[in-house]
């Protein structure tokens, strides 16, 4: 049983780490019990492609045989250990989460008085331990029940207000790709999030030269939202997830630079009956709502 878990686990996230972090062991305590189990099996179970680890087609007929029992083992047992819990866990992509989400916990705390708010920001929300709620910035929506729209991801090239070329009425793009441009990078894709200054650059037909790749990078958009207020760099940054600093004047628009990253915001529950899915539903309605506004 415990080889049988530690399969379905790497299965589901695609990886050891993730894996062994929602079981509470390390990654090689999962490769053992993998190892185990092919031994007892005589045959290999999973293979790596890429980033992720896939099934053989031994290990697909038992993932397959397996179904969802372990699932439902999971959701039984946190229904018996707190079903009256009054805890909400949020899993959320991790500049939404810094940038967006926590500004707005006194008044979800305000909204939601008997819920104990615990937000995990992380660049990999389906990677991790299911939360209650689960936030993805993603290509596409997710797969499996329970997933809604947030919204359509926007970004738009943003700098400090007191930046030099807001001293003008400018408003070439082109000069904005010349300048000094800081870099958003988490190494995961297009399909979950990444946009780039040569992305921006191609959809808005400017001239992109891969010496313009130098330069700074962070791993976040919050990593470069902090960075603005002190440097003469331009960023590209969501404007949802940048709304306060923007209202706040901390950063300010290019006219005219903002664009469709292709992205959305995804956020769903993994319950479907129970307390828990009725805390994550008022809480899912409360986002989808205060965005809309």
């Known amino acids: 049983m415990t080889g049988l878990r530690a399969l379905e686990a790497v ?3 695609g990886s050891l780490s ?4 929602e079981l509470c062991v390390t990654p090689a305590a999962i490769s053992h019990r993998l190892r185990d189990l092919e ?17 053989t087609e031994t290990g697909r007929a038992i993932s397959a045989a397996l179904g969802d029992a372990f699932q439902r083992i999971r959701l039984a047992d946190e229904l018996l250990q707190d079903g009256h819990s009054g805890e909400l866990r949020i899993t959320a992509s991790y500049s939404f989460a810094v940038l967006w989400l926590m500004p707005r916990i006194p008044m979800l705390e305000r909204v939601f008085p ?4 615990v937000i995990n920001p992380t660049h990999d929300p389906l990677g991790l331990a299911p939360a209650d709620v689960t936030i993805v910035h993603a290509a596409h929506r997710p797969e499996g029940p329970g997933w809604s729209l947030l919204f359509n991801d926007r970004c ?11 001293t003008s009425a400018e408003t070439d793009m082109q000069k904005v790709l010349d300048s000094r441009l800081l870099h958003i990078s988490h190494h995961q894709g297009r399909d979950w999030g990444e946009y780039s200054w040569r992305d921006w650059a191609a959809q808005l ?16 958009e919050h990593l470069a939202a ?8 331009f960023a590209l ?16 628009v290019v006219a005219g630079s903002e664009v469709a990253t292709g992205c959305s915001y995804w956020i769903g529950s993994r319950y479907a009956t129970g307390p828990r899915a009725t805390r994550a539903k008022r809480f899912i309605d409360r986002m989808i709502e205060s965005l809309k506004a």
Do not use: Q
């Not at 993730?18 to 972090?21: D, E, G, I, L, Q």
């Open 226 to 233: 902090e960075m603005l207020p002190t440097s003469d760099l």
């Open 11 to 13: 299965l589901r996230t």
């Open 114 to 117: 008997e819920t104990d708010l």
């Open 205 to 220: 037909g400017l001239n992109w030269s891969e010496t313009k790749k130098k330069g700074p990078s962070v791993s976040a």
């Open 18 to 21: 993730a894996a062994a972090r």
């Open 237 to 252: 940054i969501s404007v949802v997830n940048a709304s306060d600093l923007l209202a706040a004047n901390r950063l300010r």
């Open 156 to 166: 738009a090239a943003v700098a400090r207000p007191e930046h030099p070329f807001f």
């Open 39 to 55: 031994a007892r099996c005589g045959a290999p179970l999973v293979y790596r492609s890429g980033n992720r680890f896939e099934a």
